[in-house]
């Protein structure tokens, strides 16, 4: 058990980010209230107003602490009209940049619907999936693939001819992703709904591109290591489908960068919506944590989104720390706040507009606070 306070840096960034992260912050004040809790936590600004506002995404002194943080806790980033001079949107340095400075290979995104959270379908909210159906991972890949910054534009004569973005497959990068992916299957232990099956999806577009080829080539060789668990798999396009009529059969899915991000928020319908959707983002040594629903200026300095991304994603964070410093007053806490969600989801009481309901942003905080104050540590 390691003796030092765990060192977390939260940057809320822009829009709705600094209204979850708020309530992230008091939910974590009450579960580190009464005994000396072993975090700290520092919160620096940055993002696409403060780029505008500053000239810069961040100060060099914010930087230095993401770098050296134990944990990170991003809300978004992101604003429209506000873009770097490279075209990317300002505020990427924080999410984009920590993902490769930091080298957070494996992008986490777990997609379980707690009992009593509705879907939206076409405006009205129904349950079309159950909670025992819907308990799956996505673990995307996280530095690479399309993502990989060998890219540009031919301008010619003042306008553009040409724009190339280059994906990258690596050994290295697929093999920490896939192996991640093996080692979480183990872990979770549970297995898929459908049969109690461990087991890993290799999500790609092998039937037409070299660089799928290579990932599930070296997919079929990471897995014969792991004998407990099933082998599966899918082209993407078929897997939106799959997902979509089955999702009981999945249990952990891993694919690329780009394939990844995408089918990870269709994946988010089947657990209420992005509301729900926590990331992730981990490395050998660091670690960063996010609600996946981004800066959304619609609903921004409203007090209406769903706080709970950010809240599941808190509890990932206290999972992570409880697990790598081998430290059970994390997991304690972890186990804490998932119960406390769990139970207020069932009861209906923290029901935001994206459910339905008439809870606001801060209430929801409040209420989650206030039952873990209630519930014994
Ligand atoms: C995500 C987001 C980011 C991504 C954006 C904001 C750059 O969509 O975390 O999924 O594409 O990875
Ligand atoms: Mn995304």
Request: one cysteine or more; glycine letters at 12%; charged letters at 25%.
């Amino acid at each position: 058990m390691s003796d030092s306070t765990a060192q977390l840096v939260f940057l809320p960034g822009d829009g709705t980010g600094p209204e979850v992260v708020r309530e992230a912050r008091k939910v974590l004040d009450a579960l580190g209230e009464g005994d000396a809790h072993p975090w700290s936590v520092e919160e620096h600004p940055g993002g696409a107003i403060y780029y505008r506002d500053h000239g810069k995404e961040w100060e060099p002194a914010s930087e230095e602490a993401a770098l050296h943080a134990d944990a990170v806790l991003l809300g978004a980033v992101g604003w429209p009209g506000i873009m770097l001079p490279d075209g990317n949107i300002a505020g990427a340095a924080l999410v984009l940049g920590l993902r490769r400075r930091l080298d957070l290979y494996a992008n986490v995104r777990p997609c379980r619907l707690y009992p009593g959270v509705l879907h939206r379908i076409s405006g009205k909210f129904s349950q079309v999936w159950s909670p025992e159906n819907v308990d799956l991972v996505v673990v995307r890949e996280n530095t690479e693939g399309l993502y990989t910054p060998v890219h540009g534009r031919l301008d010619r004569g003042g306008s553009t001819d040409v724009a190339v973005d280059t994906r990258l497959i690596t050994r290295k990068g697929a093999e920490r992703v896939i192996r991640y992916a093996f080692e979480l299957a183990g872990r979770r232990g549970r297995g898929a709904p459908e049969d109690k099956a461990r087991r890993v999806t290799c999500v790609d577009k092998s039937n037409v591109l070299a660089g799928c080829q290579f990932f599930r080539e070296t997919y079929d060789r990471i897995a014969a290591e792991y004998a407990g668990v099933a082998r599966d798999y899918a082209y993407v396009d078929a897997f939106t489908q799959w997902v979509v009529r089955n999702p009981e059969h999945y249990d952990v899915v891993v694919s690329t960068n780009m394939m990844g991000d995408i089918i990870s928020d269709l994946a988010s319908v089947l657990q209420g919506g992005m509301g729900f959707a926590a990331g992730g983002n981990i490395g050998e040594g660091h670690a960063m944590f996010e609600p996946v629903h981004g800066s959304a200026p619609k609903h921004a300095g409203k007090n209406e989104v769903n706080p709970m991304a950010t809240f599941l994603a808190l509890e990932m964070m206290l999972r992570y720390l409880g697990d790598r410093r081998s430290d059970s007053r994390f997991t304690r806490q972890a186990d804490r706040l998932e119960r406390t969600i769990a139970r207020l989801l069932a009861d209906g009481s923290v029901r935001t507009y994206d459910q339905g309901g008439t809870v606001r942003t801060s209430e929801a905080g409040d209420r989650v606070a206030a039952a873990i104050r209630g519930e014994a540590a």
